[in-house]
């Protein structure tokens, strides 16, 4: 399950991250939703520190995404305090 888990959520973060300029305002509030679930289920036990480093590693090959992937999960895990 987890894996299924990571999998879609990885997959939703690149479509995040295509969101064009245009879509801004909605793209905001993409990011937030989804930093807001991966925020809760660190905090439920649901993933683990380890499994948002396995979303990161999943985008590899774009490098500028996978750091600004890196550096959203250094805020979640401020947040989710791990």
Do not use: C, P, W
């Not at 295509?18 to 937030?32: C, F, I, L, R, V």
């Not at 979303?55 to 590899?60: G, Y």
């Amino acid at each position: 399950m987890a894996n299924d888990v990571l999998k879609s959520l990885a997959d939703i973060t690149k479509d995040l991250a295509s969101t064009s300029a245009a879509m801004h305002e909605e793209g905001k509030a993409d990011a937030t939703m989804l930093m807001a679930l991966y925020t809760t289920l660190l905090q439920r036990g649901v993933l683990s520190v380890d499994d948002l480093e396995a979303v990161s590693v999943a985008v590899q090959g774009d490098e500028a995404l996978s750091d600004r992937i890196k550096t959203r999960f250094d805020i979640i895990k401020k947040h989710a305090k791990v």
